[in-house]
């Protein structure tokens, strides 16, 4: 079965963005960029909420951009080849290699999980918080930024039970973000 991970920049008291949405405090470096390159490529789809399908749209067309650097352009060529489902009740339509999904979010994910194939990543807080309570949710990436918000979206929904997590992966970059990876 393949696993379904969630994976996201956080702040160091727990946002993936901050009062008003802002997310400019978690621009990868070269350094974080080629890593998540190498993560998102060993992927077999993404799962993505409405505003965090919006924000990633800017790759669809980043390969036209002059301006570009390398590692740039080799997200944009994966992310366009990804497969991915927007979950979304205000979108008719979505673009580039999308499925806009129709039904239960934690059934649509249950049943991906049962399919043969990579991994799946989920993104999105909103979205994550949904499946992150249905018990869907087998790993969980933060990539935690030197950062302090206040407040914001929390990476982390409230919850009723604890979810005990076994720590299979740390690494620190150059900018000073630290990558932690647990597993249920």
Do not use: C
């Amino acid at each position: 079965m393949r696993k379904l991970i969630y994976s996201m920049s956080v702040s160091l008291d727990g946002f993936t963005a901050g009062p008003d949405g802002e997310i400019d405090w978690s621009a990868p470096d070269e350094e974080l960029h080629r890593f998540h390159n190498q993560r998102v490529q060993a992927l077999g789809a993404h799962l993505l909420g409405r505003r965090l399908y919006e924000e990633m749209l800017f790759w669809e067309t980043r390969e036209e951009q002059p301006s570009a650097a390398e590692h740039e352009l080799e997200f944009a060529r994966i992310w366009k080849q990804l497969p991915k489902v927007v979950f979304s009740n205000t979108l008719d339509s979505v673009a580039g290699n999308t499925t806009l999904a129709d039904g239960d979010p934690v059934e649509v994910a249950a049943e991906l999980k049962r399919q043969p194939g990579k991994d799946l990543a989920v993104g999105g807080a909103g979205l994550a918080s949904t499946l992150i309570r249905a018990g869907v949710v087998d790993e969980y990436h933060q990539f935690v930024s030197p950062v302090v918000l206040g407040a914001g979206t929390p990476y982390f929904p409230p919850l009723e039970e604890r979810i005990e997590l076994d720590l299979v992966e740390t690494r620190m970059f150059a900018s000073r973000v630290v990558y932690l990876r647990h597993r249920r």
